[in-house]
């Protein structure tokens, strides 16, 4: 069975993952996937760290958190609409728009 180290290191991998791919992509897609990439590896934390507890708080956080990423895509998507209806390019060096 898995213990707490491993899943320690797993988030860990998954969080380096989600940071380097925002960082070095450009494409607005894969910064909000890189974000949930992040968002879930701390999740993955919260959940390994209160089952070894034997506690339900880091549970609940993990329902909010998903609840705030939901947030997030959902109004994150909506402005890329609208600027891809614009400029026609996820490309976030392209998006001249909000400077103004």
């Known amino acids: 069975m898995a213990g707490i180290n491993h899943y320690t290191i797993l988030a860990c991998i ?3 993952l989600g940071v380097i791919g925002f960082l070095t992509r450009r494409n607005t897609l894969i910064l909000f996937m890189s974000v949930e990439l992040m968002l879930n590896s701390i999740n ?9 507890r034997a506690d339900m708080g880091g549970q609940v956080m993990v329902l909010f958190i998903f609840a705030v990423a939901a947030a997030e895509v959902a109004v994150g998507l909506a402005i890329l609409i609208c600027l891809f209806k614009h400029v026609r390019s996820v490309d976030v060096n392209r998006f001249n728009l909000l400077k103004w």
């Open 14 to 16: 998954l969080f380096g």
């Open 44 to 52: 993955l934390l919260l959940v390994a760290f209160s089952a070894t």
